[in-house]
């Protein structure tokens, strides 16, 4: 199984970037899919998920500001990051699981390497 994230940057505040992540290998039982997200010196937290009948679930800190959506015929999940704040700046982290209960509280079965965000002037 692999997750190839793509679409990490600088932007200025306010700015928006979109990441994906599409998996890849032996997948099996795709129900959750989504980003968590890890600051220096802080663990990691969930961003937003989605389920394959596209369910969705935000962190407060990202609602109304992020999207997410997937592709499920391409196993590829999106991030839309629109007004970006220095507080967003983490390496953010793409995943996929069977349970959503789990996925919203513990984790991801399956991580990709993180890509890097930075919001900074």
């Known amino acids: 199984v692999q997750l190839q994230a793509s679409g990490g940057g600088l932007v200025q505040p306010g700015g928006s970037l979109r990441l994906s992540c599409a998996a890849s290998g032996s997948i099996f039982n795709i129900n959750a899919m989504g980003w968590y997200r890890q600051a220096p010196g802080k663990q990691r937290a969930l961003v937003a998920a989605?389920?394959?009948?596209?369910?969705?679930n935000y962190a407060d800190s990202v609602k109304g500001r992020f999207t997410i959506s997937r592709d499920n015929a391409k196993n590829t999940v999106y991030l839309q990051m629109n007004s970006l704040k220095p507080e967003d700046t983490s390496v953010y982290y793409c995943?996929?699981?069977?349970?959503?209960?789990?996925?919203?509280?513990?984790?991801?079965?399956?991580w990709g390497k993180g890509t890097q965000v930075t919001v900074s002037s």
């Open positions: 995943g996929y699981g069977s349970s959503w209960y789990a996925v919203l509280n513990y984790g991801m079965d399956y």
């Open positions: 989605i389920t394959s009948g596209g369910n969705t």
